[in-house]
């Protein structure tokens, strides 16, 4: 199979990997982008989410958005967002063409996990809990930081991975409307018949969404404090479909229901 | 004439004399246009058949994986971790890097699409399948079997019916998921709505994208509904329950 000897020839010249357009620039770009808006969705969502979490309202919210946003194909938004006037396909610096309407996407598609997690993690603090931190003569925000907040954080930390993982998937799909990142070897790739090189480009994507999965997993584990931790369920894809499902956790009695479920990817 | 080609938005000066071109004609171009609808009804049913197509026989493959294998780690248990480590690892994997990968063995066909999207269902489907069987009571099992039951009849008779409620969740998700992500074949040019998602935006016309995209969620929300009716009908005593 030829295909796999150009992948090869591609993976190892260096001539595809510097330069404008090479694959370390492309890397670089996609991981900018993914930052950027990963942090834009935590700018935006977190507090709101919190918040909701520590009234213990607005669940209806939070399913629904990551519903919505399930169904909305990521390639269908970012094609409506560069036709539109605006943002359309301007350059934006070094997040490249179409810069502006791939960070809208990314952070819109970064914000069901997110808002998810976070508003189920700190409402889902055992009433318990709650009631003894209040009997103990805590304040509302003292409750909030002291006591919700550090119990929310795994599952806080399980929302943020599976944004990013989320928001990894999106910016490669730029690429389809001409947009900026890695997705570009493979677009380039397929619509010149260059299989090798689309094949090249699907490598390193997948290899770097996995290094970043992995990356985030340690980093969960380290937030996760011992005893709190619930194997696999905290860093599980359970979805927010079957919400109506939480269950009983071993340590700390806690009930860890489903964390947002699996988008576009 | 009518000038029916959508192209580029800057208009010659000179076609923008003719008489009332239509709505979806490259001097409107505008989003919503009904005579599009009419005029390429052909080519948007063939697209929208294709994507049902899809969908359904990714998920289908995705079920028919996942059942034996969830039965497997629910066996072994050593499995199970081993299972949800890889399907998880496939699922980190971008849509658009997934299918070159599986490019060399399926080429350009939508076996290639099919495969890919049925791996992402998979992962769902397992978690969902292994959660709803997990989640049946023991005394319930235990009851079963000191009726007589067997290993085949407790889990057809019993043990689905139980966890359906569980599974039926992931199925929507994996479902609705997947409606989403079949415009991403368009890659290999079998995406159904996809591919006029794909013209829409390389040759920037509007009625084209908009419809498309309107139809991707349609479609997504009345699978969707179709799925929650037929859990109903299958779980009739669930009806009137809370929740």
């Known amino acids: 199979m030829t295909i796999f000897l150009d992948t090869w020839d591609y993976l190892t010249s260096a001539a595809s990997w510097t330069g404008t357009g090479g694959m370390l620039q492309l890397l670089l770009q996609q991981l900018l982008l993914t930052g950027t808006a990963l942090v834009i969705a935590l700018v935006v969502g977190l507090p709101l989410a919190l918040w909701l979490g520590h009234l213990g309202r607005g669940g209806f919210l939070a399913i629904n958005i990551s519903n919505v946003g399930r169904a909305v194909p990521t390639f269908a938004l970012l094609a409506l967002l560069v036709t539109f006037e605006f943002p359309g396909r301007a350059e934006l610096g070094p997040y490249g063409r179409a810069g502006l309407a791939t960070l809208i996407a990314l952070a819109l598609f970064a914000l069901p996990p997110i808002i998810t997690n976070s508003y189920v993690a700190v409402r889902e603090v055992p009433a318990e809990v709650k009631e003894a931190a209040r009997g103990m003569g805590m304040t509302g925000p003292q409750r909030f930081l002291r006591v919700e907040l550090p119990l929310a954080l795994p599952l806080v930390a399980s929302g943020v991975r599976l944004a990013l993982v989320q928001v990894w998937a999106t910016a490669t799909i730029a690429a389809l409307v001409a947009g900026p990142g890695l997705g570009r070897v493979i677009t380039d790739g397929f619509f010149r018949t260059n299989y090798g090189k689309g094949l090249a480009g699907a490598v390193v994507v997948a290899l770097v969404a996995l290094v970043l999965e992995v990356s985030a997993a340690l980093v969960q584990r380290a937030v996760t404090p011992p005893g709190a931790a619930t194997g696999g369920r905290t860093g599980g894809r359970a979805d927010a479909g079957s919400l109506e499902g939480g269950r009983e956790v071993s340590a700390g009695a806690r009930r860890v229901e489903p964390a947002a479920g699996p988008l576009d990817r | ?243």
């Open chain 2, 1 to 243: 004439m009518r000038v029916t080609l959508p192209a580029e938005s800057a208009l010659p000066s000179a076609l923008a004399e003719q008489a009332e071109p239509s709505c979806y004609s490259r001097l409107t171009n505008e989003w919503f246009c009904g005579q599009y609808l009419v005029d390429r009804h052909a080519e948007i049913t063939e697209a929208t058949v294709e994507h049902v197509l899809i969908t359904v026989a990714s998920v289908a493959f995705g079920v028919a994986i996942a059942f034996p294998l969830a039965l497997l780690a629910r066996r072994y248990p050593r499995l199970e971790s081993t299972l949800l480590g890889v399907s998880t690892g496939i699922y980190t994997i971008p849509s658009l890097a997934l299918f070159p990968l599986l490019l060399p063995f399926t080429g350009l066909s939508p076996t290639t699409v099919v495969l890919g999207l049925g791996l992402y269902a998979l992962t769902i489907l397992v978690r969902s399948m292994l959660e709803g069987l997990r989640a049946v009571p023991d005394d319930v099992r235990e009851a079963a079997t000191g009726l007589g039951y067997g290993a085949g009849r407790l889990l057809l008779k019993v043990e689905l019916p139980l966890a359906l409620p569980v599974i039926m969740a992931g199925l929507r998700v994996a479902t609705v998921s997947t409606v989403a992500l079949t415009t991403v074949g368009s890659l290999v040019a079998y995406g159904g709505l996809g591919n006029l998602i794909k013209d829409g935006v390389n040759t920037n016309f509007r009625a084209e994208l908009l419809t498309a995209a309107v139809l991707c969620v349609v479609l997504a929300v009345l699978l969707d509904v179709l799925l929650v009716l037929a859990q109903r009908l299958l779980t009739p005593w669930t009806r009137g329950a809370a929740g």
